[in-house]
């Protein structure tokens, strides 16, 4: 990981579940045999208020988050305050 000491490192093409709150992330998983509710449901027992749960992936060296379908009735890049909190933890 030179140069992004403590970012944990996707592959291209990898992707986690994540939760972020008050611009940073709470929760995050490798594991996709999880739907969004199942791992919110694991976590947190439930969405807590202000908080975004979706997917990170990295996709052609560029890491974004994805939001929930499940929990926001869309899937689109999640809001800018999320994607700044990702590229803090991710690389």
Same mark, same amino acid.
């Given at each position: 990981?030179?140069?992004?000491?403590?970012?944990?490192?996707?592959?291209? $093409?990898?992707?986690?579940?994540?939760?972020?709150?008050?611009?940073?992330?709470?929760?995050?998983?490798?594991?996709?045999?999880?739907?969004?509710?199942?791992?919110?449901?694991?976590?947190?027992?439930?969405?807590?208020? $202000?908080?975004?749960?979706?997917?990170?992936?990295?996709?052609?060296?560029?890491?974004?988050?994805?939001?929930?379908?499940?929990?926001? $009735?869309?899937?689109?890049?999640?809001?800018?305050?999320?994607?700044?909190?990702?590229?803090?933890?991710?690389?």
């Amino acid at each position: 990981m030179r140069g992004q000491p403590g970012k944990i490192k996707l592959r291209d $093409g990898e992707t986690m579940l994540i939760m972020a709150k008050d611009g940073a992330i709470i929760h995050f998983t490798p594991d996709m045999s999880w739907p969004h509710s199942g791992f919110v449901k694991r976590t947190t027992g439930q969405l807590p208020p $202000g908080a975004w749960v979706g997917t990170v992936s990295k996709l052609d060296g560029q890491v974004a988050a994805i939001s929930s379908k499940h929990f926001f $009735g869309y899937q689109l890049p999640g809001p800018e305050w999320v994607q700044a909190a990702v590229k803090k933890v991710f690389a």
